[in-house]
């Protein structure tokens, strides 16, 4: 969260890629070579042990046909896998040989608060030329990743893979064990990503509709005709926006820092096992993640060992991880297909059985339909008044700016009176429902319902994890809880502002939970983006809608217009960063301190 100094590279946003990646300039830097390469069969480099040396600087890179500088660990994008096991206390040495502050915080990992890596909060940071040690034990097993977590570094290339090896081996033993990594590189510096976005939201969208096409409606018809629910469906229905406002006019995505032209490939003999250990290391991007032709057992998720169930497809937001088993058969190549949520662009890679086979690669899913429910929730399904709009007005005299807003907000269907609070909803919260410009609209029945794939993914044919396949093996660790914390997460898209009850890190006071507390964590999505949530230093235990357990997430997506809860064991005392994961969001403003004490 310092800031940096901006690279000041600005370039043309180029959708196709050639997909090369250079690391010989690596050695003038002091670093190892990259391990990148055109043929894209290099496997990331595992160090593992108890102790570390990794070092933050600077790699060229070339994913798009132009060069640039990425930053990376130790050389190499992803840096290297780090292998621990269970039980073990490892000791990381980070050096920075960055011009700027940097820091690496590890996602996921349940540890003393100032061994998490979150500048301003867990230490200082990193300065340019320093290092800090980081020393914990590991107390878990399975998937996760690291990243910084200053500033943009993030989406410049500083992450990678963490797999823990469990103490009492693996619950589902496989032949074969690959991490599949997924990211999405710009080859335009994130700081001009983020002024991009401020001055116009839907920057990086393709296929708007147009707002004066919109305006020229209402003066001919009247508003209320003009807002009929039939027609603003085939006006908004392809309206992209709401699902990812960075796309892939700018990213390429990327499976273990190969681009798609480069295939990332792992091999396999037929017979085998394999475990897929997927993470979303991206910044802004959720897949839809699918091998075709092969069934996907889920084992993980988060880390964190499940009832297997077996599936075509699944979404993967930003932050989270699965482990998948595959079984690929016969003597041909199987297609990675990670397509981006909103058909942008995908990343790709190829199970093998032997060098140089490839198999088909399929074409991108049509842009997904929002349908009612991403934008009313439960409303949609009973009839009921969808959105409260904040401070609407007439239309006219209406900045061009202050229209697009309008139609966005009264695109969410029958407009219920501004500020109307919902009664069911404000037994339960102890604070007035956020208002104000922060909040561009706010959801007055938000929908529960779990089992929904999401946008995109409904009845298309394929078995879709949902969050309602996520059953944990174990017990949680909070078996009731004591009170509720009701949190909305709010945002004027417009503007590109982004927080938690309407108010943005930089207004809002801390959360305080109380040392030893297991508490409720109630999220509702008054937005029309899915929002991958994290808080760090504890467990979100994800519940059912009625309450029951599910499952343990250190990240939780909230779907538009849905309620999500989780219990909260406040188990760790110090200060805690929880935000959202996309990464413009958190540094627009959807970022909370949690203290526990
Ligand atoms: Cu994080």
Same mark, same amino acid.
């Given at each position: 969260?310092?800031?940096?100094?901006?690279?000041?590279?600005?370039?043309?946003?180029?959708?196709?890629?050639?997909?090369?990646?250079?690391?010989?300039?690596?050695?003038?830097? %002091?670093?190892?070579?990259?391990?990148?390469?055109?043929?894209?069969?290099?496997?990331?480099?595992?160090?593992?042990?108890?102790?570390?040396?990794?070092?933050?600087?600077?790699?060229?890179?070339?994913?798009?046909? @132009?060069?640039?500088?990425?930053?990376?660990? !130790?050389?190499?994008?992803?840096?290297?896998?780090?292998?621990?096991?269970?039980?073990?206390?490892?000791?990381?040495?980070? $050096? !920075?040989?960055?011009?700027?502050?940097? /820091?690496?915080?590890?996602?996921?990992?349940?540890?003393?608060?100032?061994?998490? *890596?979150?500048?301003?909060?867990?230490?200082?940071?990193?300065? /340019?030329?320093?290092?800090?040690?980081?020393? +914990?034990?590991?107390?878990?097993?399975?998937?996760?990743?690291? @990243?910084?977590?200053?500033?943009?570094?993030?989406?410049? *290339?500083?992450?990678?893979?963490?797999?823990?090896?469990?103490?009492?081996?693996?619950?589902?033993?496989?032949?074969?064990?690959?991490?599949?990594?997924?990211?999405?590189?710009?080859?335009?510096?994130?700081?001009?990503?983020?002024?991009?976005?401020?001055?116009?939201?839907?920057?990086?969208?393709?296929?708007?509709?147009?707002?004066?096409? +919109?305006?020229?409606?209402?003066?001919?018809?009247?508003?209320?005709?003009?807002?009929?629910?039939?027609?603003?469906?085939? $006006?908004?229905?392809?309206?992209?926006?709401?699902?990812?406002?960075?796309?892939?006019?700018?990213?390429?995505?990327?499976?273990?820092?190969?681009?798609?032209?480069?295939?990332?490939?792992?091999?396999?003999?037929?017979?085998?096992?394999?475990?897929? $250990?997927?993470?979303?290391?991206?910044?802004?991007?959720?897949?839809?993640?699918?091998?075709?032709?092969?069934?996907?057992?889920?084992?993980?998720?988060?880390?964190?060992?499940?009832?297997?169930?077996?599936?075509?497809?699944?979404?993967? %937001?930003?932050?989270?991880?699965?482990? &998948?088993?595959?079984?690929?058969?016969?003597?041909?190549?199987?297609?990675? +297909?990670?397509?981006?949520?909103?058909?942008?662009?995908?990343?790709?890679?190829?199970?093998?059985?032997?060098?140089?086979?490839?198999?088909?690669?399929?074409?991108?899913?049509?842009?997904?339909?929002?349908?009612?429910?991403?934008?009313?929730?439960?409303?949609?399904? @009973?009839?009921?008044?969808?959105?409260?709009?904040?401070?609407?007005?007439?239309?006219?005299?209406?900045?061009?700016?202050?229209?697009?807003?309008?139609?966005?907000?009264?695109?969410?269907?029958?407009?219920?009176?501004?500020?109307?609070?919902?009664?069911?909803?404000?037994?339960?919260?102890?604070?007035?429902?956020?208002?104000?410009?922060?909040?561009?609209?706010?959801?007055?029945?938000? =929908?529960?319902?779990?089992?929904?794939?999401?946008?995109?993914?409904?009845?298309?044919? =394929?078995?879709?994890?949902?969050?309602?396949?996520?059953?944990?093996?174990?017990?949680?660790?909070?078996?009731?809880?004591? =009170?509720?914390?009701?949190?909305?997460?709010?945002? !004027?898209?417009?503007?590109?502002?982004?927080?938690?009850?309407?108010?943005? +890190?930089?207004?809002?006071?801390?959360?305080?939970?109380?040392?030893?507390?297991?508490?409720?964590?109630?999220?509702? !999505?008054?937005?029309?983006?899915?929002?991958?949530?994290?808080?760090? *230093?504890?467990?979100?235990?994800?519940?059912?809608?009625?309450?029951?357990?599910?499952?343990?997430?250190?990240?939780?997506?909230?779907?538009?217009?849905?309620?999500?809860?989780?219990?909260?064991?406040?188990?760790?005392?110090?200060?805690?960063?929880?935000?959202?994961?996309?990464?413009?969001?958190?540094?627009?403003?959807?970022?909370?301190? &949690?203290?526990?004490?």
């Amino acid at each position: 969260m310092y800031p940096t100094k901006p690279r000041g590279i600005l370039l043309p946003r180029r959708r196709f890629v050639q997909g090369l990646a250079l690391g010989g300039a690596a050695a003038m830097l %002091g670093l190892r070579p990259g391990r990148l390469s055109a043929q894209g069969s290099s496997m990331p480099a595992v160090l593992s042990g108890s102790s570390y040396d990794l070092t933050i600087g600077e790699l060229p890179v070339d994913f798009t046909g @132009h060069r640039r500088v990425a930053t990376v660990v !130790n050389g190499q994008l992803p840096g290297p896998l780090l292998r621990w096991r269970e039980g073990d206390t490892i000791t990381l040495r980070v $050096r !920075n040989r960055l011009p700027v502050s940097s /820091s690496i915080h590890w996602h996921g990992i349940i540890l003393p608060s100032d061994m998490d *890596g979150v500048p301003g909060l867990s230490f200082a940071g990193i300065p /340019s030329g320093g290092e800090y040690t980081y020393r +914990f034990t590991v107390n878990q097993k399975g998937t996760y990743w690291y @990243h910084s977590h200053t500033r943009f570094q993030e989406q410049t *290339g500083l992450y990678g893979p963490i797999v823990i090896e469990p103490r009492g081996g693996m619950r589902h033993p496989t032949e074969r064990d690959y991490v599949v990594m997924l990211n999405d590189w710009s080859d335009t510096d994130p700081e001009r990503i983020y002024a991009n976005l401020k001055k116009q939201s839907d920057y990086y969208n393709l296929g708007q509709p147009t707002v004066g096409g +919109f305006l020229h409606d209402v003066r001919r018809d009247g508003l209320s005709q003009a807002l009929a629910e039939r027609r603003m469906w085939e $006006r908004m229905r392809m309206n992209t926006r709401d699902l990812s406002d960075v796309t892939g006019m700018t990213y390429t995505y990327l499976m273990n820092g190969h681009a798609p032209a480069a295939n990332w490939t792992g091999l396999f003999k037929p017979g085998e096992k394999l475990r897929l $250990r997927f993470i979303n290391g991206s910044a802004m991007t959720f897949f839809d993640v699918r091998i075709p032709g092969l069934k996907m057992t889920v084992v993980a998720a988060d880390g964190q060992d499940i009832e297997p169930v077996s599936v075509d497809e699944f979404r993967i %937001g930003v932050a989270e991880t699965y482990d &998948v088993i595959v079984k690929p058969h016969g003597d041909r190549a199987w297609t990675i +297909f990670a397509q981006a949520m909103d058909r942008s662009g995908y990343a790709r890679g190829t199970l093998t059985p032997g060098a140089g086979m490839t198999a088909e690669v399929p074409p991108l899913d049509p842009r997904p339909v929002l349908s009612m429910v991403d934008m009313m929730g439960a409303a949609a399904m @009973h009839g009921m008044p969808g959105m409260a709009i904040g401070g609407m007005k007439g239309m006219s005299g209406m900045t061009h700016d202050m229209a697009h807003e309008a139609m966005d907000q009264m695109a969410m269907g029958h407009m219920g009176s501004p500020h109307t609070i919902d009664a069911a909803d404000a037994s339960r919260v102890a604070s007035p429902p956020p208002t104000g410009p922060e909040v561009a609209m706010r959801v007055l029945h938000p =929908r529960r319902n779990l089992d929904d794939p999401g946008a995109g993914l409904r009845h298309n044919g =394929r078995r879709v994890l949902t969050y309602a396949d996520l059953h944990a093996v174990d017990a949680p660790i909070s078996p009731s809880v004591g =009170r509720e914390v009701v949190l909305h997460l709010t945002g !004027n898209m417009q503007r590109y502002l982004w927080s938690f009850n309407g108010q943005r +890190f930089s207004d809002a006071k801390p959360l305080r939970f109380r040392y030893g507390e297991h508490l409720r964590v109630t999220l509702i !999505n008054d937005t029309m983006m899915a929002h991958p949530i994290h808080l760090h *230093g504890m467990w979100s235990e994800l519940e059912s809608p009625d309450g029951a357990f599910q499952a343990r997430k250190h990240t939780v997506v909230v779907q538009p217009a849905q309620q999500v809860s989780y219990r909260v064991s406040a188990d760790v005392l110090g200060r805690w960063a929880y935000h959202c994961h996309l990464l413009y969001h958190m540094e627009a403003g959807m970022f909370r301190e &949690v203290v526990v004490a």
